[in-house]
């Protein structure tokens, strides 16, 4: 994989979030001796710098692909390595100061890959649909009737079945209220109704996706800060 090394530099120092950063050791490729090394997580991507505060970073390493084993305590305390298939290619062996930090980092390189991402968004569509009352639902069924919410099976990752939300039709957008979504009701259009709404027309009868965005985002808040 080619990637340059100005863009690399530029985005380890600019001020976009970072995940998480501190001293890890890392046991070296060719001398085998743990060296202290000040690491960077930002999104997929794991930089590491000779000290806190450099400039330029030493590497980087991608996470996609990544699985993250602990290592046997008798080589050394608080261990851990980052390991990818395929032959040839390079296992880095870290090592944390101590046993929260090295939960700590374990849990955060763990989650830094889209195939979590995914996995994440997939329970998030189903909770989703848990709320408006849709849960457990054939997508065959979703798409005769007609719902705003379709749903097309995908590949399995990490052992979870994904969805990817298709875009609605344009006739079968809702325009129900908070107080409907928070009742668990969502509106379908019915046989009788189904050519009165697909004639409508305006910016109401087809609200776009910001509004929708909005106006389900607001009402999953809410239920989230009823629930706890």
């Known amino acids: 994989?080619?990637?340059?090394?100005r863009c690399l530099t530029y985005y380890a120092n600019c001020d976009s979030p970072v995940d998480r950063q501190g001293y890890l050791r890392k046991k070296g490729e060719v001398h085998t001796s743990y060296q202290r090394r000040w690491?960077?997580?930002?999104?997929?991507?794991?930089?590491y710098f000779e000290a806190q505060g450099d400039r330029e970073p030493l590497g980087v390493v991608v996470l996609e692909g990544c699985m993250v084993e602990l290592c046997?305590?008798?080589?050394?305390?608080?261990?851990?390595?980052?390991?990818?298939?395929g032959a040839g290619s390079?296992?880095?062996?870290?090592?944390?100061?101590?046993?929260?930090?090295?939960?700590?980092?374990?849990?955060?390189?763990t989650t830094a890959n889209h195939g979590y991402m995914r996995t994440l968004a997939s329970e998030l569509e189903?909770?989703?649909?848990?709320l408006v009352g849709l849960e457990g639902a054939d997508p065959t069924l979703l798409e005769d009737q007609g719902p705003a919410v379709k749903l097309e099976r995908t590949r399995k990752v990490n052992g979870f079945l994904l969805f990817v939300t298709l875009p609605p039709s344009?006739?079968?957008?809702?325009?129900?209220?908070c107080h409907n979504l928070r009742n668990g009701l969502l509106p379908i259009s019915s046989a009788a109704g189904g050519d009165e709404a697909a004639d409508s027309s305006g910016p109401e009868a087809q609200p776009n996706f910001l509004r929708l965005h909005q106006q389900y985002g607001a009402a999953?808040?809410?239920?989230?800060?009823?629930?706890?």
């Not at 994989?1 to 090394?5: D, F």
């Open 1 to 5: 994989m080619k990637l340059n090394k």
């Open 39 to 47: 690491f960077v997580l930002k999104g997929n991507l794991l930089f």
């Open 72 to 85: 046997d305590a008798a080589s050394t305390d608080f261990a851990f390595a980052l390991r990818f298939e």
């Open 90 to 109: 390079r296992t880095y062996t870290l090592a944390a100061g101590d046993q929260d930090e090295l939960k700590a980092w374990v849990r955060a390189l």
């Open 126 to 130: 189903q909770q989703y649909l848990l």
């Open 170 to 177: 344009p006739s079968l957008l809702p325009s129900a209220s």
């Open 220 to 228: 999953v808040c809410q239920l989230r800060e009823q629930w706890k």
